[in-house]
C-alpha cells in the first residue's frame, strides 16, 4: 500500500519561530521526497525534496531532514513569516515507466501570526 | 507563461450533466497526471497518461470517469453524469518525458467543480 501520512493537520507559529512538519512513509521503494507549497486558489508548486540517500537538505529557510531507517522525513522552516502561511504537503515519488508517479500527504495549514 | 495550463477554472454542472475538464502540460512534457483534491483534504492520484496512453489509472473510479491524453492536443478529464461528490478541485501536472528521480511535476492552477 503507497501511503504518506502527514502531522500535524493544522500548525500556528509565531513569527520567527521554527515550524515543524513530519511525514512517515511505508513503501521502502520510494525514492523522491518532494515537499509542496499551495497558497489558496493556487496549485501545489514544488518547494524543496530530497534522496534517500541525503539526510538533510537546506535552501534558506526551508530544510528537510530524511531518516531513511525510521523512514520519516520532516520539513523545517527556520525564522517563520506571515507570507509561509499556506497549506504544506509532503510527498513520495515513486517510478513508473520513467516518470514519476507522487504519492501526496493529506496537507499541513500552517499559520504564521505577525 | 509556459506553465501548466488548465481550464475551465471554475466549472459548475448540475446532477446528471457531464463535466470535461482540460489541461496542457508545460512544453516539452509527455507525461501527463491527474489528481483530485477534496475539501481539507490532500491530493489524490487519479490517473497518469502519456500521449495517446493510459499508464496507471489506479486511483480513477470505475464508472463515470475516463481521462485521456491525444497525441494532438490537450489532456481531458471526462466525468459523466455528475453527483454532488464529485464536486472538488481537479489539478493536472506534467513532468518530461525523459524523467527520473528528481524530475519534478508541475501542477496547473486547478479546475474546480461545483456540482448542484
Known amino acids: 500500500q503507497q501511503q504518506v501520512k502527514q502531522s500535524p493537520q493544522s500548525l500556528i507559529v509565531q513569527k520567527g519561530g521554527i515550524s515543524i512538519i513530519n511525514c512517515a512513509y511505508e513503501n521502502t521503494a520510494f525514492d523522491y521526497f518532494p515537499w509542496y507549497q499551495q497558497f489558496p486558489g493556487k496549485g501545489p508548486a514544488l518547494l524543496i525534496a530530497i534522496r534517500p540517500d541525503v539526510s538533510e537538505k537546506k535552501e534558506g529557510r526551508f530544510t528537510i531532514s530524511f531518516n531513511k531507517s525510521a523512514k520519516q522525513f520532516s520539513l523545517h522552516i527556520m525564522d517563520s513569516q506571515p507570507g509561509d502561511s499556506a497549506t504544506y504537503f509532503c510527498a513520495a515519488n515513486s517510478i513508473i515507466q520513467g516518470a514519476q508517479k507522487l504519492v501526496f500527504g493529506q496537507g499541513t495549514r500552517l499559520t504564521i501570526n505577525p | ?116
Open chain 2, 1 to 116: 507563461n509556459a506553465g501548466v495550463m488548465q481550464n475551465p477554472r471554475h466549472l459548475v454542472r448540475r446532477r446528471g450533466q457531464e463535466a470535461r475538464l482540460r489541461c496542457s502540460p508545460m512544453k516539452g512534457h509527455s507525461h501527463v497526471y491527474w489528481y483530485r483534491q477534496l475539501p481539507e483534504e490532500g491530493l489524490k492520484f487519479m490517473v497518469y497518461l502519456q500521449k495517446e496512453n493510459i499508464i496507471d489509472e489506479s486511483g480513477m473510479p470505475k464508472e463515470r470517469f475516463s481521462a485521456e491524453f491525444p497525441k494532438e492536443g490537450p489532456s481531458i478529464l471526462r466525468i459523466q453524469q455528475v453527483v454532488r461528490g464529485d464536486s472538488a478541485a481537479y489539478f493536472c501536472a506534467s513532468s518530461p518525458r525523459t524523467g527520473g528521480p528528481g524530475t519534478e511535476a508541475f501542477f496547473g492552477q486547478g479546475t474546480r467543480l461545483t456540482v448542484v
